[in-house]
């Protein structure tokens, strides 16, 4: 039996992400048992990037207009340079992100992905960690930056780059299977409210 048996993973993504930051931890979370949707911005598939070169292409599974955050266990953001940008300038993809936070869900995010969570005002007395070059813009939105490869704040977990993808990938899956954290939806009332 997988630690995730059972559980339904969001994984909000749009053009542009950076393929293994999705692959990867959609495997992982794939063989803990849980059963993986990409929620995108259009139907039809949505291409991966190399760093600057193309990737592979995949299949959306719902766009966030068929999705309904309710029947969704928790969250998962790749990064990229261009797909946290088309998520960050949606609503509903940031009305998507913050029910996970109010209702107390377990949410991951990568490299670029934190970027989704400002936008959404959402991480404001975390502690976090993301791709460098966006740490100044994490600590103006409040969060409590940290260079490290993982960090875990009730329930939110962030990883700066491809190669913490490991560590992502195990803190992601515990986070996952302990559901609800209380404490993730106190902070998000008190973020929203700001």
């Known amino acids: ?13 749009a053009d ?4 293994v930051e999705m692959t990867k931890p959609r495997q992982a979370l ?11 911005l259009k139907r039809g598939k949505i291409q991966g990037m190399n760093h600057m070169e193309m990737g592979d292409k995949f299949d959306v599974d719902l766009t966030l207009d068929e999705a309904q955050p309710e029947e969704f266990d928790a969250l998962m953001i790749p ?3 261009y ?19 109010e209702a107390g869900k377990p949410v991951a995010a990568i490299c670029h992905g934190p ?3 400002i936008s959404a005002n959402l991480v404001r007395g975390r502690k976090m960690t993301s791709w460098p070059a966006i740490k100044v813009d994490m600590r ?5 930056w940290v260079d490290q490869e993982v960090i875990v704040d009730n329930g939110l977990v962030s990883s700066r780059k491809p190669d913490d993808i490991p560590a992502f ?3 992601m899956i515990e986070e996952f299977a302990e559901g609800r954290h209380a404490r993730q939806a106190q902070m998000a009332g008190a973020e929203l409210e700001t």
């Open 16 to 19: 542009g992400f950076e393929q």
């Open 169 to 171: 990938n195990k803190k």
């Open 30 to 40: 794939d063989d803990a048992g849980a059963e993986t949707k990409i929620v995108s």
């Open 1 to 13: 039996m997988g630690k995730l048996d059972g559980k339904k993973v969001a994984i909000l993504v």
């Open 79 to 81: 990064g990229g340079l």
């Open 83 to 101: 797909n946290p940008d088309a998520m960050r300038s949606t609503e509903e993809a940031l009305d998507f992100s913050r029910h996970f936070f």
């Open 140 to 144: 103006n939105a409040g969060a409590n």
């Open 115 to 117: 970027q989704v969570l």
